[in-house]
């Protein structure tokens, strides 16, 4: 019985760091915490009013330049390619000023927009890091 309970309290010790952890991602964006696209991926709906999200530029909308998808760093690094099957977050810039480039990795702050077709994120500024387009092997084909 004394096992189970040091388990179970161990469990609660180790859950608490997790979660303690994952909140210390830092941001360019002021004191802001940056969230992963992996971390909105599941249920982007459940984070409601202006977040700030970290992730790479993959594509850019061929109709409408402000429109352009932003992949998981993380992910990106794993299969090392833009066009991998890794998630895509659907966003369009609002600032006015210069968009990001392909490749940039970028920490972004807005809110999502529902629309009849889904959603997207509707970003109000940004601020890029760095471009990670030499640490990709191919920005050609799928993998």
């Known amino acids: 019985m004394k096992r189970i309970v040091f388990f179970v309290a161990f469990a609660f010790v180790i859950a608490g760091l997790n979660v303690g952890c994952a909140n210390n991602v830092s941001s ?17 709906f459940a984070f409601t009013g202006e977040i700030t999200i970290n992730g790479v530029v993959s594509a850019f909308s061929s109709e409408d330049e402000t429109f352009f998808s932003v992949k998981d760093t993380s992910e990106l690094m794993i299969c090392r390619n833009l066009f991998c099957y890794a998630y895509s977050l659907p966003v369009r810039y609002v600032g006015g000023s210069t968009l ?44």
């Not at 360019?28 to 982007?44: E, H, K, N, R, T």
């Not at 990670?132 to 191919?138: A, C, F, K, N, Y």
């Open 28 to 44: 360019a964006i002021g004191d802001i915490q940056a969230l992963s696209i992996s971390d909105i991926q599941a249920d982007p």
């Open 100 to 143: 990001p480039e392909l490749a940039d990795l970028i920490n972004f702050s807005g809110s999502f927009v529902q629309t009849n077709n889904g959603y997207f994120f509707e970003i109000s500024h940004f601020e890029v890091e760095q471009n990670i387009m030499g640490h990709l092997t191919s920005t050609r084909g799928v993998q």
